[in-house]
């Protein structure tokens, strides 16, 4: 049985906007095990990475309330020094945009160095210039040794995020958390960057959360999804679960929005509206009401809760039973991608 | 290396045309201005026969080109003509007022960066915070006041009423160059122009740096640097500020334009002899061969600070080196 490593409870992340709080991460939980990756999917503004900065404590001006438990202690009670040790060692981050995720000063090598003098301090230098190059190796960079004394500029895209992931990587982390990893990237690199996570997850014990709102990705890689609107959680379920029987009226939409190479003249389906800024959002009843309007109030619960609705299968708001699209007979017609 | 030497060649290079193109504009300027050597300073009983004679020997009447090569070729050695006035080369006379020129120029150089430094550092680091909204004040103040103005409150205040500092010249006379004493007379007389100059100057590369350090504060590599556990001082004496020196280092360069230019005002302001001082003087007396020396000297210096800033960039940012 895989072990918790990480256990997320009534996370709440606000932001202050003129004299007020509002926030972009409202009340999630969930369970993160070793040897797991969790995906959590949902639309850009959706708060996701909201949600990932916070089990870092990255955001600079930010309220955090609830608990987030690492191994049993309470991350969000850490000081200063304690959350350093815990960043880049227990717990590291792979960034979205490579190109801005490295020092445009340093040297590749100083910056892996870095990460690594920061919490292997009795390393001797030429130990950590080997280690180093062998952790360039590791994330597939060719040539490594010249690779070490160059410069972000001097590589592509591709290639630094390996270098960034190989930042990640350095001291083995226990939970790696991937924002968006390969949202910045073309397509084939895309996938090479792919091949490099899935290969990484197979030869570390690490509990992996993977950020994207690229629903390929997450097929690719998790074993288990939470789909995320508006701040919350609205559906958590084991990847096969989650693609084959999506409950959410917000989750169905979004994997009816995926193109299908198969049927090319069928219109691509849009979610009605925009994601509600943090300022203009209904927080009472359900949240995703406003962009399913042809569905009748009354189905909706008054304060949604996540049901269990199969084991390990959550579900917000009682209304994913009622839910049809607009253009389908208002019959239970279930969609999805096997 | 290789790459920054390559660079350095090939912009130093670049200096020749710019040479040409300088001292052919402050030639034809010259030759625009009526008059020549001969006029005004001969016998006016004199043969204007006798002087045509004599342009013709001095090769006054000689076509531009040829007049341009001759005074090029004396320029390149040094020799820029007699000054009208002061009946003494040009320049010897440019040579004594360059060097106080350029003590002045260190010395506000000096105080410029002592200030802006660590005023501009702790600005940008604790932005929006009430020592940055005073640090802040200052450097409007600066932009606001006029240094014409400001250094007459300094040399009234600090020159006349409380005598602290001499209130013009550059050094006390009578004192022997190259003894103790006459190193303290300089220095002592540099100090009010200096300070008051440094203490306007330094609120542009205050608030340059300022808003370096906010915007370098939010680049992504900075939650890089936070991500991988370092602490707030390590993010910014390792990230932050080395980022946000680099378009300050650039500056430098150009600030060296000043150490050779002079400064106007000031030096004119504090009776300090030095190029900015001569420069006036020279137009009112319309002493044209210590005009055009002068011009030439700032194209040369604007020329060559342009030059150093850029290899002082290049050694400080990796990614000019390989264009």
């Known amino acids: 049985m895989n072990e918790k490593l990480l256990e997320i409870k009534n996370l709440k992340t606000s932001f202050r906007i003129e004299d007020q709080y509002y926030a972009a991460v409202d009340d999630v939980s969930l369970t993160v095990n070793e040897n797991e990756v969790l995906a959590i999917v949902g639309e850009s503004g959706c708060g996701k990475s909201a949600l990932a900065f916070s089990l870092m404590r990255l955001h600079n001006r930010a309220k955090i309330e609830g608990d987030i438990l690492f191994k049993g202690d309470d991350v969000t009670n850490y000081s200063a020094g304690q959350v350093n040790k815990l960043r880049g060692n227990e717990m590291s981050m792979i960034f979205q945009d490579p190109l801005t995720a490295l020092n445009p000063l340093m040297k590749i090598g100083d910056q892996i160095g870095e990460v690594l003098l920061l919490h292997k301090g009795k390393f001797s230098n030429l130990n950590r210039k080997q280690k180093a190059i062998s952790l360039l190796d590791k994330v597939g960079i060719a040539r490594p040794e010249h690779v070490y004394e160059q410069f972000p500029h001097e590589l592509s895209g591709g290639m630094r995020q390996r270098v960034v992931i190989a930042i990640a990587i350095a001291n083995d982390p226990e939970v790696l958390i991937a924002d968006e990893p390969t949202t910045a990237l073309d397509a084939t690199i895309q996938s090479q960057i792919l091949d490099l996570l899935n290969e990484l997850k197979e030869n570390m014990n690490a509990g992996i959360i993977l950020i994207t709102h690229d629903l390929g990705v997450v097929a690719e890689m998790a074993d288990r999804v939470a789909v995320m609107y508006a701040g919350q959680i609205v559906e958590v379920a084991d990847v096969h679960a989650l693609f084959g029987m999506p409950q959410h009226p917000y989750t169905r939409s979004l994997l009816s929005s995926v193109p299908n190479a198969e049927s090319v003249d069928s219109k691509l389906h849009v979610i009605q509206g925009i994601v509600p800024s943090l300022k203009n959002l209904t927080r009472e009843g359900c949240r995703f009401r406003s962009r399913i309007p042809w569905i009748d109030e009354s189905v909706h619960e008054k304060s949604p809760e996540l049901h269990e609705i199969s084991p390990n299968h959550f579900v917000r708001c009682t209304c994913y039973k009622n839910f049809y699209f607009p253009d389908e007979k208002k019959e239970d017609k279930r969609h999805g991608i096997s | ?323």
């Open chain 2, 1 to 323: 290396m290789n790459h920054m030497w390559k660079f350095s060649v090939r912009r130093m290079l670049i200096i020749i045309p710019q040479l040409l193109l300088l001292s052919l504009l402050v030639f034809l300027m010259a030759q625009a201005m009526p008059g020549d050597a001969l006029t005004g300073q001969i016998n006016p009983d004199l043969d204007p026969q006798e002087m045509q004679e004599q342009r013709e020997e001095l090769g006054l009447n000689d076509p531009w080109h040829i007049k341009y090569a001759d005074w090029i070729t004396s320029a390149v050695r040094g020799d820029l003509g007699q000054s009208f006035q002061f009946k003494m080369p040009a320049s010897e006379l440019i040579w004594n007022r360059m060097v106080n020129s350029f003590w002045l120029g260190v010395a506000t150089l000096i105080i410029t960066y002592l200030l802006a430094i660590p005023l501009g550092i702790t600005s940008g680091r604790f932005n929006d915070s009430l020592l940055d909204s005073s640090i802040t004040g200052y450097t409007y103040i600066g932009f606001a006041t006029p240094i014409f103005i400001f250094a007459l409150v300094m040399l009234w205040i600090f020159g006349y009423q409380l005598g602290w500092f001499p209130t013009s010249g550059s050094v006390a006379p009578g004192s022997d160059p190259g003894t103790f004493e006459y190193i303290v007379s300089k220095i002592n007389h540099l100090l009010l122009p200096a300070i008051s100059l440094g203490l306007i100057t330094t609120v542009n590369t205050v608030q340059y740096l300022r808003s370096e350090i906010i915007d370098t504060k939010q680049k992504d590599f900075i939650i890089t640097a936070r991500a991988k556990g370092a602490s707030e001082s390590r993010v910014y004496n390792r990230h932050i500020f080395r980022n946000s020196l680099l378009p300050i280092a650039a500056f430098f360069g150009f600030e060296i334009t000043g150490l050779i230019g002079g400064t106007v005002f000031v030096e004119r302001i504090f009776g300090y002899p030095g190029m900015g001082d001569l420069f006036i003087q020279s137009v009112l007396l319309r002493d044209y061969t210590v005009v055009t020396s002068v011009v030439l000297l700032f194209g040369l210096a604007s020329i060559l600070g342009a030059l150093i800033s850029d290899i002082i960039l290049s050694l400080v940012d990796p990614r000019i080196r390989i264009k």
